[in-house]
């Protein structure tokens, strides 16, 4: 089991940027390739971006958050990281952080973890 606790959510006006942070414990994270999903008010669960089980691993973008969305991680401390600039209101979401066994192109369609989410605002 890996437990994952998402932090650093909170309201921003837009244009502006905010870090999410993900703690995972149970197990190192080291084996599992890690990501992200939001969901938006009145809208399904939607991906967001991923990356490959290693430090500075390949890395997978949902086309809108392109160019503004980072992910990375330090397994070493077993977490994962959002780095969001130039956000816009539609970004307002709960943030999730997932772990995958899989490959990290396959998290879109099936994480094996998840947290309990992480609140962003960014207003006009």
């Known amino acids: 089991q890996v437990q994952l606790v998402e932090s650093g959510g909170g309201l921003v006006q837009a244009g502006g940027s905010l870090r999410l942070s993900c703690a995972a414990a149970g197990r190192t994270i080291s084996t599992y390739s890690m990501g992200w999903f939001r969901q938006a008010p009145g809208k399904e669960r939607e991906f967001v971006a991923a990356?490959?089980?290693?430090?500075?691993?390949?890395?997978l973008y949902a086309e809108d958050v392109k160019g503004r969305f980072t992910v990375s991680r330090e397994n070493a401390k077993n977490m994962v990281y959002l780095h969001m600039d130039f956000l816009k209101p539609e970004d307002t979401a709960v943030y999730y952080c997932?772990?995958?066994?899989?490959?990290?192109?396959?998290?879109?369609?099936?994480?094996?973890?998840w947290g309990q989410g992480t609140q962003v605002t960014v207003s006009p």
């Open positions: 990356i490959a089980w290693r430090d500075g691993g390949s890395t």
């Open positions: 997932v772990a995958s066994s899989q490959n990290y192109y396959h998290v879109p369609q099936s994480p094996d973890y």
